[in-house]
Every structure is written in structure tokens, then in C-alpha cells.
């Protein structure tokens, strides 16, 4: 059922970027220091190239992850806007999996910076309950928010749209994918929360 979900979010976000101008594609996303366009070399990186050619990419990078992605979504950036959509339109169904992520972390990776691109270009999405719900389970646990930075201790986060809630401690109420956001570190638009745990940004953007 996952897959169905991934599969859905990818052909969806096709469409979205199909419909962008090239400024729109040129934008700043919500990843700090990339455009619209390192988001989806980024995003499409999976599918472009094999493991052997991967782990070849990092070994390069000294083993880091974070240089190596980098590197390659500025680079990559520079294919044609329609290779780059081709790339995430005809993949739709790929099996790729981020390392020890699983399927959840696959349709995460691809929900998270589908919203890098359209929030960051004010353009609202309807993103299934149920994709968003799987997505927050992924990013409320302790490894992704120490990855991020991000601090709720004290807080209990609630969705405003869904059934879903994290921690405990003073309310910060919030739309499913704004609080999705918030726990990778993204900045959310203001007045996107409300509660008494509402208050500055509590992450710092990274890819």
C-alpha cells in the first residue's frame, strides 16, 4: 500500500512541476541554498544513478553523505527542467528505498521535499491523510529530529487536519504538513501554529 502512496506523490509532483515557469524553477526552496531545481536533482539522484556508481560518488565525497549530495544536486541541476520531470514522472513506481529507511523513508524523503518546492513557491497541496500521517510518524522520532536539530521537549505537537499528536507538554497546534516541516527543520510561514507551545522557529533548514 506504501508504494501506492510514493507512486501517487511522484506522479503528482510531475504535474506540479510540469506547470512551472522558469523562474519558478530558478525559486529558492525551503532547503538552505538550494533552488527548485538542486531539489528535484536531488529528488531524481535514486533514479539516475546505479549503487556502483553511488557508492563510487561517495567514496569520492570521504564517505560523507551531505557533501556528496550536494555536489551532485548542483551539478545535475543544469539538465533540462523536462529530463528532470521525465526523471521523477517515469519513476514513479521505482523500488528505491533510502538506506535502513525503508518504503516509509522513501515516500518521506519525497513528501519532504515535494513541500520544499511548493511551499516555498506558496503553492497549496492536498497531501493524503494517510501519506502525511506515515510521513509524521517517520520524522517525530528521535534520530530524525536530533538529524534536524529540532527541539520539542516540553511541546505537544497536534494536527489541526488529522488525528495525530506527539509529546507532551504545552499545545502546538498546526497543519499536518506545516508540523511535518517543522520537525526537519524547515521554516514554517507565519502564523502556521497556534497553542501555547507556538513560538520561534525551532529547527534549522538542511536537505
Known amino acids: 500500500m506504501i508504494r501506492d502512496w510514493i507512486a501517487a506523490e511522484r506522479r503528482e509532483l510531475a504535474v506540479l512541476l ?10 529558492p526552496s525551503l532547503c538552505a541554498g538550494w533552488t527548485v531545481r538542486h531539489v528535484v536533482a536531488h529528488l531524481t539522484m535514486p533514479f539516475r544513478y546505479s549503487t556502483p556508481v553511488f557508492v563510487l560518488k561517495l567514496a569520492a565525497a570521504g564517505g560523507r553523505f551531505q557533501r556528496m549530495s550536494d555536489a551532485v ?23 528505491w528505498k ?17 513541500l520544499d ?12 491523510a494517510e501519506s502525511i500521517r506515515a510521513v509524521l510518524g517517520a520524522v517525530s522520532g528521535p534520530k530524525p529530529r536530533r538529524l534536524f536539530g529540532v527541539d520539542v521537549a516540553g ?3 497536534r494536527a489541526t487536519d488529522l488525528d495525530w499528536s506527539y509529546g ?19 521554516p514554517a510561514p507565519s502564523g502556521a501554529f497556534s497553542g501555547e507551545g507556538a513560538g520561534p522557529d525551532t529547527g534549522s533548514t538542511r536537505p
Open 73 to 95: 544536486a548542483r551539478r545535475d541541476a543544469a539538465l533540462p527542467a523536462a529530463q528532470l520531470i521525465a526523471a521523477v514522472r517515469d519513476n514513479a513506481e521505482h523500488p
Open 117 to 128: 518546492i511548493s511551499r516555498a513557491l506558496g503553492i497549496e497541496r492536498d497531501i493524503p
Open 168 to 186: 507532551s507538554g504545552m499545545p502546538l497546534l498546526g497543519r499536518a504538513q506545516d508540523l511535518a516541516l517543522l520537525l526537519t527543520g524547515r
Open 18 to 27: 510540469d506547470g512551472l515557469s522558469a523562474e519558478q524553477w530558478d525559486a
Open 155 to 157: 511541546v505537544e505537537l
Open 98 to 114: 533510502p538506506p535502513g529507511g525503508g518504503y516509509q523513508g522513501a515516500l518521506t524523503h519525497d513528501v519532504i521535499h515535494g
